[in-house]
Each structure stands twice: as C-alpha cells, then as structure tokens.
C-alpha cells in the first residue's frame, strides 16, 4: 500500500463536536413507535414511495424519525414538492434533559405524516434549528401510470 500525504486535520475537538446542533437522522419509515426508555423503533425505511391513486386529494401515509444532536428549543422540519414548494411545516420542541459532564445528548421524534401529492418526483426533507439549515433528505414519489 502506498504511503498517503493527510492533508486534513485527523484530531477531533471532543468539547467542540458535543456543542455543534447537527442532524443525525432523518429516515422516512413505514411504522414506528417510541419504546419506554427512550429507543426509537423504525421499520421499513425507504427513500420511493408509490402513490395507490391520484387526485385531487391524493395524500401519502409515513411515518418520520428526525434525531438532533445539541438543540434546545424548537427545530422545523420542512418538506418541498419537486417544484420548490413547502407541502409540509412541522415545529418540535429540544429539551436538554440534564446530563453528565461530556456527555452527548440528542432529541428525537417520531411522527406520522400525510404528505399531499399532486405530482411524481423528488421531495425534499428539511430540518433546521436557529435559522440553520442541519440536513436534508429525499423521498422520490411515484404515481400510478395512468391506462
């Protein structure tokens, strides 16, 4: 193997990282549920979804599971259709449980939705915490091809 020049810093600034508001996921899953101590049970995590039918009312069934690392306070989660528009606003408040020195602390939920669709194509997730933008994920929407 040959020998590689690093040219990034391979340290990490523990105190730093666990001050930094981050996304850490944000799945789109059939079904999901919050377990007594705190885990999240997500099953059947996709990122395509086919639409059953089409009209005027046309709206899909899923459940989301948004964890956040270092916020406290409301964090907004957007979904945009394929042509830039917002389908979707959600507000979910961060408390800071009290914790250890050091130690890490995330807050998550798991939400059913009913996203409105009216045409095919990728769907933007958005999560964002004091103006900030943390991450984003796509769900590409089928329909159904019309006989």
């Known amino acids: 193997m040959a020998d590689e020049t690093i040219t990034r810093d391979d340290t990490l600034n523990i105190a730093e990282e666990l001050g930094r508001a981050r996304l850490v996921a944000l799945l789109f899953c059939e079904y999901g549920n919050m377990a007594a101590e705190g885990k999240a049970n997500v099953l059947a995590v996709f990122d395509t979804i086919q639409a059953i039918t089409l009209n005027d009312t046309t709206q899909i069934s899923f459940y989301l599971f948004v964890r956040t690392a270092n916020t406290e306070g409301p964090v907004y989660l957007r979904i945009f259709d394929p042509g830039g528009k917002i389908v979707i606003g959600l507000e979910f408040q961060a408390d800071k449980p009290e914790l250890l020195p050091g130690q ?32 984003r994920a796509a769900l590409y929407v089928l329909l159904p091809k019309m006989r």
């Open 104 to 135: 890490p602390w995330c807050t998550q939920v798991l939400a059913p939705a009913r996203l409105p669709v009216k045409v095919e194509g990728t769907y933007w997730a958005e999560v964002s915490y004091k103006g900030e933008v943390l991450g």
